[in-house]
């Protein structure tokens, strides 16, 4: 709002609402932006190559179509105006799951956040990711040349935040109903009207239940995933409900073909002739629909995981199911690399291969947050230094990280003929 130009390095683990408080502060903001910023917001992930990332910035400025090299010179015109331009617009550029664009070189990045704090810059830059460390990690020349992005960091949810979380979605539920017992009930008493007392129970859910959705989640400080397991919680009663209904009355309404209606509605509009006029008559969850939601959720927590990693990571677990498959056998951490290296080379320019001592560290980080092991192995020959040779092997399932992977183009052409190239 200052028309200030920088940028800002927004981290967090998956589902702490970087994503989700950006887009809500922009819709606060619509009327105050509008004719004085160009909101752009990419997906990096969604790009082939981080080059691509020029055009399709371009593409949304309405621009006519360039190729990488031509965008890149003419989006510095535009963002770094060498003479004041009429228009005076700052661009606010947000970039999602920008860790997407790291490469060896990583000249994309270093480009973009150099533009930002240039003299004279229109350009607001807001990138977001899950590593804490990434711009000090993957870019430290950002420090030397004095762009180096402010740092917010999301930290992950604690238990009683969710669980006041997850209240408070609850209570909003019967809020017109508290409005209308109000306005039929209350009656004035001695100069003010009579208070409602507070309810200690809330709709659809136990207050045990709830307490077990928060400590259950809190280990990964995932809300997202907190909700969605009350969602599971919630059909499961309603399915329950239902059979109930339908077992014990023969021939009844409820027996009859009905239109399928959206999880939100469902509870609420389960009989249209016979309206729920007060949500405690509905059988809520128990400790036990949550437990049989989380093991769901926790099933196929580390296909959610594996979305959250970088490309490079995302390509170190890919490579280790292609050798998998190609039969390779025991994988040490070169044989590992020398096999990564060529399927990035599968199709030449789109993904440039990190160096041996950054695949290490790779290895090391896949290694901390559970998704590789790495085991001493045999002794090296004499004259290797190293000693006892490491060896590389997933802690995750292979059909997690292939489900994880291949909404990726460029992992999955990787997986597609990975195998092929390594045998």
Known sequence: ??????????????????????????????????????????????????KMIYPTILKDLQHESRSAKDAAKVLEEIFVPKQKPKKQNLHLLIMDEVDSLLTRDSDVLYNLFEWAVKPGSRLVLIGIANALDLTERFLPRLTARNCAPQLLNFTPYEVAEIAEIIKNRLKDLEEPMDLEEKGENTSPKAGGTQEMPKKKSFPLMQPMAIELVARKM?????????????????????????????????????????????????????????????????????????????QSALGVSNVSRVKGLGLNQKMVLVTLVM????????????????????????????????????????????????????????????????????????????DEVVKSCEEHPLLKIVLESGVAVLA
């Open 1 to 50: 709002m200052a028309g200030v130009s920088g940028s800002l390095y927004i981290s967090g683990c998956p589902g702490t609402g970087k994503t989700a408080l950006l887009d809500e502060i922009l819709r606060d903001m619509t009327a105050q932006l509008e004719d004085r910023v160009d909101v752009l917001k990419i997906n990096c992930m969604t790009l082939t190559e981080p």
């Open 218 to 294: 809190a280990a990964t400080g995932d809300l997202r995933k907190a909700l969605d397991v009350c969602r599971t919680a919630i059909e499961m009663v309603e399915s329950e409900s239902r059979l109930t209904d339908d077992s014990s009355i023969p021939n009844s309404p409820s027996t009859r073909r009905t239109p399928v209606l959206p999880p939100s509605k469902r509870l609420l509009m389960t009989d249209i002739a016979n309206p729920i006029e007060n949500l405690d008559e509905i059988p809520k969850v128990s400790v036990k629909h949550v437990m049989s939601a989380t």
């Open 323 to 398: 050798c998998g498959r190609a039969k390779i056998g025991v994988l040490a951490v070169g044989k590992l690399y020398e096999s990564y290296v060529t399927l990035c080379h599968i199709r030449k320019g789109h993904l440039v291969p990190v160096t041996r001592s950054e695949f290490e560290d790779l290895v090391t980080m896949l290694e901390s947050t559970g998704f590789v092991s790495v085991k001493e192995g045999k002794k090296a020959r004499s004259g290797i230094k190293d000693g006892a040779v490491k060896t590389v092997g997933l802690s995750v399932r292979e």
